[in-house]
């Protein structure tokens, strides 16, 4: 492990000169990620244990809401909501979500699995072409990197459609 030591001032010095004779050097940035917690709510029930709970949990979130939202609900390994990530808002009637930013809050809270969900202002909780192919991605992507994609729910005003529960997960 020793040889992943961090290099000191004076190395780098001597590595800048070395590399400025060959070609111009470039600057890479030296970062650290944090999760930042902007604010908590609490959560009577210990566990999302069904599509329903997922709406009672997220339906403060994205009911009143005027766009569309994507939200990321971060879960342990025994389905206790750790976060809940506002992942991207959209417009009137759509929202573009890519799976790196949706499994970047997951992979930042530690998370064993997801559900996400989205709401439709219109009020109309079918599921649209994307809404069913951001799933398969979103399910794909979190296979590939050991989360579970546990559902993702269409959020209206006074009802919920799940995608697993419709067969698309």
Do not use: W
Request: charge should be positive; aromatic fraction near 4%.
């Amino acid at each position: 492990m020793s040889k992943y030591q961090t290099i000191n001032h004076h190395q780098l010095e001597l590595l800048e000169r070395e590399v400025s004779a060959k070609q111009p050097a470039k600057r890479i940035s030296i970062i650290s990620l944090k999760l930042v917690r902007d604010s908590s709510v609490l959560y009577k029930e210990c566990q999302i244990k069904s599509p329903e709970d997922a709406y009672k949990l997220l339906k403060p979130f994205l009911v009143e809401a005027d766009r569309e939202k994507f939200v990321v609900v971060c879960l342990d390994t025994k389905k206790q909501p750790t976060a809940i990530n506002i992942c991207h808002v959209g417009s009137l009637n759509a929202s573009i979500v890519h799976p790196r930013e949706v499994m970047k809050a997951a992979i930042l809270s530690n998370s064993a699995s997801i559900i996400v969900a989205h709401n439709h202002p219109s009020g109309h909780c079918e599921p649209s072409r994307e809404d069913i192919e951001v799933t398969k991605r979103l399910v794909e992507a979190g296979r590939i990197v050991g989360i579970d994609v546990l559902d993702h729910l269409i959020v209206c005003a006074e009802r919920y459609l799940s995608l697993k529960e419709k067969g698309y997960i």
